[in-house]
């Protein structure tokens, strides 16, 4: 993050904007060093929220991971800031950079950017879960689901892979809805890279309930206010989803990039500053290449070493030429 680009957050938080009298977004795509764009007050409008959004869009850009297109994930921003209106610009800014660090779109899919009382939050969902650990390529693939009443479900845990763990949807039920009962488990497990399956991790709505409980201070927060507007007061099961997931790191091998994800939602959750935890492009290119290059090593070490050439039967090798003439001093020498 640039000198000027958290001075300008530092500024926006403390409510004293620097450069007052400049007008938001004019002329240049970012703050010119050591100086900031007028920071507009809760009170104004989402368009004024992209007009100074729109001076730090070099400095946003430069987090997306290489590959990420711009277009779409500024156009998601834009979607969501009339949901963004009465947070902190500053809030806003982070939770756009700590989102822009991972690559993730906030359209609703893989990430959102919401309120968390006057603040604006970067909040990953179960599929930037699963896309964050993908990524590495240790984990091929994730796969998760919700088991309802009318399904048959069966995990034995002693039973060996894969046959210990089935889920066979009711399809009959799930042409009519009302029929095929409520939700009664969430799942997740993921294949490993090897072929091997994890082990799954399996949460009922009573782990569910006991996780918002004890762990979630965005639902503590809610309910002290008064409040029933967090994830989980309007998504349960994602959420219960998403704590799957997040339990897989326990026995799944992860990346960098998936400690860093859970370290910003928990900061998220918290009310703690996100982008401390975000990674950087440039280094979280560095670490995926390292990883990448300790896989290919493990995975020489698996290849049989080549055949040595053998020499014909009955073939007898020349004798070398010895240099400079016989030697003196033959036989008969004492």
């Given at each position: 993050m640039s000198s000027s680009l958290l001075a300008a957050v530092k500024q926006a938080a403390?409510?004293?904007?620097?450069?007052?009298?400049?007008?938001?977004?004019?002329?240049?795509?970012?703050?010119?060093?050591?100086?900031?764009?007028?920071?507009?007050?809760?009170?104004?409008?989402?368009?004024?929220l992209h007009a100074w959004?729109?001076?730090?869009?070099?400095?946003?850009?430069?987090?997306?991971?290489?590959?990420?297109e711009p277009g779409p994930f500024l156009a998601a921003v834009r979607d969501r800031l009339p949901a963004l209106e009465g947070c902190s610009p500053a809030s806003i800014l982070e939770a756009v950079l700590a989102c822009a660090s991972f690559g993730f779109n906030p359209d609703?899919?893989?990430?959102?950017?919401?309120?968390?009382?006057?603040?604006?939050v970067f909040i990953p969902t179960y599929r930037g879960y699963v896309r964050a650990m993908t990524n590495s390529g240790a984990v091929t693939s994730i796969r998760t689901g919700l088991v309802y009443a009318c399904d048959e479900f069966v995990y034995e845990p002693t039973r060996p892979v894969p046959d210990d763990f089935r889920h066979v949807p009711n399809m009959d039920a799930r042409k009519r809805k009302a029929e095929r009962g409520e939700p009664v488990f969430a799942y997740?497990?993921?294949?490993?890279?090897?072929?091997?399956?994890s082990q799954p991790v399996i949460l009922s709505r009573e782990d569910g309930e006991e996780i918002r409980d004890q762990y979630s201070r965005a639902y503590?927060?809610?309910?002290?206010?008064?409040?029933?507007?967090?994830?989980?007061?309007?998504?349960?099961w994602h959420m219960v989803v998403k704590s799957a997931i997040r339990r897989l790191p326990k026995t799944v091998p992860m990346s960098a990039e998936v400690h860093a994800l859970m370290a910003v939602d928990e900061a998220a959750d918290e009310r703690r500053p996100q982008l401390e935890h975000a990674p950087d492009p440039e280094a979280a290119e560095l670490v995926a290449e390292a990883?990448?290059?300790?896989?290919?090593?493990?995975?020489s070490q698996d290849v049989p070493?080549?055949?040595?050439?053998?020499?014909g039967k009955g073939r007898r090798s020349k004798p070398k030429k010895q240099r400079g003439g016989p030697r003196r001093g033959g036989r008969g020498r004492s």
């Open positions: 403390a409510g004293t904007p620097a450069g007052a009298g400049r007008p938001a977004g004019a002329d240049a795509e970012e703050a010119p060093a050591g100086t900031v764009p007028t920071v507009p007050s809760s009170a104004e409008t989402a368009e004024a959004l729109t001076r730090f869009e070099g400095q946003i850009l430069r987090r997306l991971p290489k590959g990420t609703g899919r893989e990430a959102v950017l919401t309120r968390e009382g006057p603040l604006a997740a497990f993921a294949w490993l890279a090897g072929g091997d399956r503590q927060r809610a309910v002290t206010e008064g409040r029933e507007d967090t994830f989980w007061h309007t998504d349960f990883e990448r290059a300790a896989r290919a090593a493990e995975a070493a080549g055949t040595l050439r053998v020499k």
